[in-house]
């Protein structure tokens, strides 16, 4: 079956199975998880399943639950020759998707269907949309043509301009491999999570929840920049003139900045992995589908006192954090107080 090549996915897929029985299909989702290559995959089992011709399962609404992986239609989304499957990519050199190829792209999708049930616009790399190919879309993301259904796939959901997520429903799909970056960065996610469970929904919690997040990134400031100071002239001991020691100073600290960053980048990124476990558990699905099963006795006390919803209000939040930190001239304190007071746990 087409949703069984996404054995990991499972809870995801069943999620999606639920709103296909349901007959509650959005008309445009943003995808995230870890890797393109599987995000285009659930993008070609949807698309199998919404079209197959002789579905194994179908739902309480009409729609195939499941694709048969052998029909005409099965085999023409797995050879990419579907005449109503679309993709655009952003041409590699510019890493950008331009204007010209979204009018291409949108052309397509306002063509009457061909054979399938379903048309089905992809856009990999939906942060590649700049702003003038993003401006384009929106009349069709917010009302594509009858029986067409657009998927957004992302690695950077926080770079996703904000005027097409807030069109989309969110699918999660999380990770291949275990979210945490580098050494040293789950104890304090352990930290966290355990504060979080036995948080009482008071002010005073939630800031020292914010308390455990701050001082785990000051920690990582501090020790990159005494890394990188002592890889450097100024580390070495050597005499160096007063204008070169200036020189040196400033590369130094656009250094330690763009690598805590990247640093600060990760250390959200592991938290809305738990946040992802949080939304599962939500969901009521088993526990061996956890990205974190250490963090397992946290995860189900906050997925105890939440809805779905807010689950993945709480996902959207942290993204929304990170996107906040992206941008230039944002004081960071601020933005890190904002956003995680506003975190449902
Ligand atoms: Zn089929």
Redesign the pocket.
């Known amino acids: 079956m087409?949703w069984n090549d996404l054995p990991l996915h499972e809870p995801v897929t069943r999620a999606f199975q639920r709103a296909l029985d349901g007959g509650r299909l959005a008309h445009a989702y943003l995808v995230t998880g870890s890797r393109m290559k599987t995000l285009e995959l659930f993008a070609r089992s949807l698309a199998?399943t919404l079209?197959?011709?002789?579905?194994p399962q179908l739902g309480g609404s009409g729609l195939p639950l499941d694709?048969?992986?052998?029909?005409?239609?099965?085999?023409k989304i797995d050879r990419a020759g579907h005449p109503d499957l679309f993709w655009i990519r952003s041409e590699s050199k510019s890493r950008q998707i331009r204007v010209k190829q979204m009018e291409g792209f949108l052309g397509e999708l306002h063509l009457k269907p061909n054979e399938a049930r379903y048309k089905l616009g992809m856009i990999v790399e939906a942060e590649c949309l700049n702003d003038e190919s993003a401006n384009k879309f929106l009349k069709t993301l917010e009302e594509p043509p009858p029986r067409t259904l657009l998927l957004l796939l992302t690695l950077a959901p926080e770079r996703v301009l904000e005027t097409l997520q807030s069109r989309c429903q969110r699918v999660f799909l999380g990770g291949e491999e275990p979210p945490g970056g580098e050494a040293g960065e789950q104890p304090w996610l352990e930290a966290f999570a355990s504060a979080a469970a036995s948080n009482s929904g008071g002010l005073l919690d939630r800031y020292r929840l914010l308390g455990v997040l701050t001082k785990q990134l000051e920690g990582v400031r501090e020790e990159i920049r005494e890394r990188l100071e002592k890889a450097s002239l100024l580390g070495s001991g050597a005499e160096i003139d007063p204008e070169m020691g200036e020189r040196l100073e400033k590369e130094l600290d656009a250094a330690v900045e763009g690598e805590y960053r990247r640093r600060r980048g990760e250390l959200l990124a592991a938290l809305s992995w738990w946040l992802r476990d949080i939304w599962l558990g939500t969901l009521g699905t088993e526990t061996g589908a956890r990205q974190l099963p250490a963090l397992a006795s946290a995860t189900e006390a906050v997925a105890r006192r939440l809805k779905p919803e807010e689950a993945m209000a709480n996902l959207e939040q942290i993204e929304r954090t990170q996107r906040t930190l992206n941008s230039t001239n944002v004081q960071e304190a601020l933005a890190l107080e904002v956003g995680l007071l506003k975190l449902r746990l």
């Open positions: 087409a199998k079209n197959c011709l002789q579905p694709a048969c992986d052998r029909c005409a239609s099965c085999e």
